[in-house]
């Protein structure tokens, strides 16, 4: 019997937002906007998203002794994440500076903070956690050491899923574990290099090579495709939305994929479902804001 149906290790930011007018060159200074202050960062987003979907979900990441990482910590709790897990302390909580101009462009800066400091003998003091879990989230927003400790740490029977964001090479250790490996377009050229090919089924055949035993492609509006190591490539199409604010579908989809596998269904109906809730959050602005209930995505039909 397992206690979670989702374990997300990785990391958590505050985003902190300001409009201006015009981003700043070099040397130059601009007056914006009030400052706003969003919990973010791809594993605290991909937690609330699976906990607001009715997954038990549990985060291990770290934030610093601050107000940023108590704004963190009081958003998973609120969306229902146990963060039993949540490591407090050692640097200051990561943060993401974002200055947004009047057209959408952005200027990102992002100082990791206490998410460079989630090492390996965290995972390993959190082996409870991964004993209890069926499926285990991962992203690259924490140290790649600590991710290979992660793939190493994972119960008998349970499943780890990895969205390689920000892209960088695998190791074929954290490769091999990958059931599904979850990409975009920009991510699956990383990790692949030369030879990813044309189509998303070229790239899925490039990734396989590599060592996982699956792969999901996402491409936006386009939906995504799905492949196993023996099966057929399938397509799932997107539900049709007028997308306001795409920050954040990406960990939707991924927590919302995790824990439909773990429910038992096929990679593609777990896909299917996905793409649902990353649907919906791609009609409302923000990241953790916009993820929906399991009772919203009932409403939308199915692509
Ligand atoms: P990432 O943010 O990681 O690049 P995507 O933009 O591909 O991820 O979005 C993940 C998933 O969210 C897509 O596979 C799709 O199902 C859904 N999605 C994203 N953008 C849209 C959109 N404009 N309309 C409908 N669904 C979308």
Known sequence: MYDYDLLVVGSANADLVVRVERRPGAGET????????????????????????????????????????????????????????ALVGGAPTGVALITVDPSGDNSIVVSPGANGRLAPADVRA????????????????????????????????SRLVLNPSPPRPLPPEVLAACDPLIVNEHEARVIAGDGLGDS????????????????????????????????PRVRVPSVPVEAVDTTGAGDAF????????????????????AARVGA????????????????????????
């Open 30 to 85: 601009v007056l914006g906007s009030d400052l706003a202050v969003h919990p973010g960062g791809k594993g605290a987003n991909q937690a609330v998203a699976a906990a607001r979907l009715g997954a038990r979900t549990a985060l291990l990441a770290r934030v610093g002794d601050d107000g940023h990482g108590r704004l963190l910590l009081d958003a998973q709790r609120a969306a229902g994440v146990d963060t039993v897990g």
């Open 126 to 157: 959190a082996a409870s956690l991964f004993q209890a879990a069926r499926v285990v989230s991962v992203q690259l927003e924490i140290p790649l050491e600590t991710v290979a400790e992660v793939v190493r740490s994972l119960a008998d029977g």
């Open 200 to 231: 998303p089924e070229d790239w899925a055949t490039a990734l396989l090579a590599l060592g996982p035993r699956s792969v999901v492609v996402t491409l936006g509006a386009a939906g995504a495709l799905v492949a196993e190591r023996a099966g």
């Open 254 to 273: 991924t927590a919302a994929l995790a824990w439909r596998l773990g429910r038992g269904e096929s990679l593609a109906e777990a896909a299917r479902y």
């Open 280 to 303: 919906v959050a791609v009609t409302r602005a923000g990241a953790q804001e916009s993820f929906p209930t399991a009772a919203e995505v009932a409403e939308v039909a199915a692509p």
